[in-house]
């Protein structure tokens, strides 16, 4: 059966989204980081790994500012 991660591990690279989640509370929106995505090969799909799952609120996908991916480089 063929895998499905990302990226072996020798070539990591930093993740193509920033995993976030987001609970508004009252007109606040606050946002934690709480995973990573990277697409796969043929770019038809996403594999998303997640540190922490969150049981309310949404997970937002955002491209990553460049100091993020630094951080984050075989995440």
Same mark, same amino acid.
């Not at 990302?6 to 946002?31: C, L, S, Y």
């Given at each position: 059966?063929?895998?499905?991660?990302?990226?072996?591990?020798?070539?990591?690279? +930093?993740?193509? #989204?920033?995993? *976030?989640?987001? +609970? !508004?509370?009252?007109?606040? +929106?606050? *946002?934690?980081?709480?995973?990573?995505? *990277? #697409?796969?090969?043929?770019?038809?799909?996403?594999?998303?790994?997640?540190?922490?799952?969150?049981? !309310?609120?949404?997970?937002?996908?955002?491209? =990553? #500012?460049?100091?993020?991916?630094?951080?984050? =480089?075989?995440?």
């Amino acid at each position: 059966m063929a895998c499905n991660n990302p990226a072996p591990a020798a070539e990591a690279k +930093a993740p193509d #989204f920033i995993a *976030w989640h987001v +609970a !508004n509370r009252g007109d606040k +929106a606050f *946002w934690t980081k709480v995973g990573a995505a *990277w #697409f796969h090969r043929d770019r038809k799909g996403v594999s998303l790994q997640l540190e922490v799952v969150p049981i !309310n609120g949404r997970i937002v996908l955002r491209t =990553p #500012f460049d100091d993020e991916a630094k951080e984050q =480089p075989g995440a």
